[in-house]
C-alpha cells in the first residue's frame, strides 16, 4: 500500500520561496524514484521534478535554476526547494513514486497520488 502526503504549500508573493515536504508511506523507499508534478487549473498535470533512487535530479525546464529537489531516506520524505516563484507557478503540487530510466532521462510515474498542496504566488 502506497500512502503519499504532501505540505508545505501556501500563499506567497512572488520573488517569494516554498518548501515542499512529501512524506511517503512505501516499502523500501530508499530504491523507489520519487518525483514532483503540479497541476494548474483547467491544465493538465505536468512533470517539476525527479529524484532517482541514486539521487539523480532531473527538472522541467521551468524549475531549472529555481527549483530544488531532495530526499531523505531515513525519514521516507522528498522535498521541493522553491525559491524565485512566479504566478505562473500556481498551482495544486503533487508528490509520486515511478520508475525512472537514466538511460533515456525518462519518468515514468505510477498512479499513486497524494491530495497535493496548493501553491498560490501573488504578483
Known amino acids: 500500500q502506497v500512502q503519499l502526503v504532501e505540505s508545505g504549500g501556501g500563499l506567497v508573493q512572488a520573488g517569494g520561496s516554498l518548501r515542499l515536504s512529501c512524506a511517503a508511506s512505501i516499502r523500501f523507499f530508499s530504491v523507489k524514484n520519487m518525483a514532483w508534478y503540479r497541476q494548474a487549473p483547467g491544465k493538465q498535470r505536468d512533470l517539476v521534478a525527479v529524484i532517482s533512487s541514486g539521487f539523480r535530479t532531473k527538472y522541467t525546464d521551468s524549475a531549472k535554476g529555481r527549483f530544488t529537489i531532495s530526499r531523505d531516506n531515513a525519514r521516507k520524505t522528498v522535498y521541493l526547494q522553491m525559491n524565485s516563484l512566479k504566478p505562473a507557478d500556481t498551482a495544486v503540487y503533487y508528490c509520486?513514486?515511478?520508475?525512472?530510466?537514466?538511460?533515456?532521462?525518462?519518468?515514468?510515474?505510477?498512479?499513486?497520488w497524494g491530495q497535493g498542496t496548493q501553491v498560490t504566488v501573488s504578483s
Open positions: 509520486n513514486v515511478g520508475t525512472y530510466d537514466s538511460t533515456s532521462d525518462t519518468y515514468t510515474p505510477y498512479d499513486y
